[in-house]
Nanobody, 127 residues
Framework: QVQLVESGGGLVQAGASLRLSCAAS????????MGWFRQAPGKERELLAA????????NYAESVKGRFSISKDNAANTVYLQMNSLKTEDTSVYYC????????????????????WGQGTQVTVSS
């Protein structure tokens, strides 16, 4: 069974950095693209970053481009989201998810490309 467990969230001040982790199991991790998302109360779920299954291409939402970076460690079956220069508007529940398609040629860009969501981890940024 596919399992994704996010961790690393917490309360930080604006301008701080935080690294989220997503531990994956139940599937060949190295052969699937992964993504990070967030959903704040009353808002739609937003795709923040995605990394191709091969690890050599990424894409980012404009709201986090230049501040966040996604990476993966195949040996650890873990995908990370490094968040720098955090802003109060980054406050949200953050989720990771796996691409529905094995070895997708193009780095996913649509929320509908993903499934097998984790439980989420809360990130709160204070001013």
């Amino acid at each position: 069974q596919v399992q994704l467990v996010e961790s690393g969230g917490g309360l930080v001040q604006a301008g701080a950095s935080l690294r989220l982790s997503c531990a994956a199991s139940g599937f060949p991790f190295s052969e699937y693209a992964m993504g990070w998302f967030r959903q704040a109360p009353g808002k739609e779920r937003e795709l923040l970053a995605a990394i191709k299954w091969s690890g050599d291409f990424t894409n980012y939402a404009e709201s986090v481009k230049g501040r966040f970076s996604i990476s993966k460690d195949n040996a650890a079956n873990t995908v990370y989201l490094q968040m720098n220069s955090l802003k109060t508007e980054d406050t949200s529940v953050y989720y990771c998810a796996r691409d529905r398609q094995r070895r997708r040629y193009i780095t996913p860009t649509r929320i509908g490309d993903f499934g097998s969501w984790g439980q989420g981890t809360q990130v709160t940024v204070s001013s």
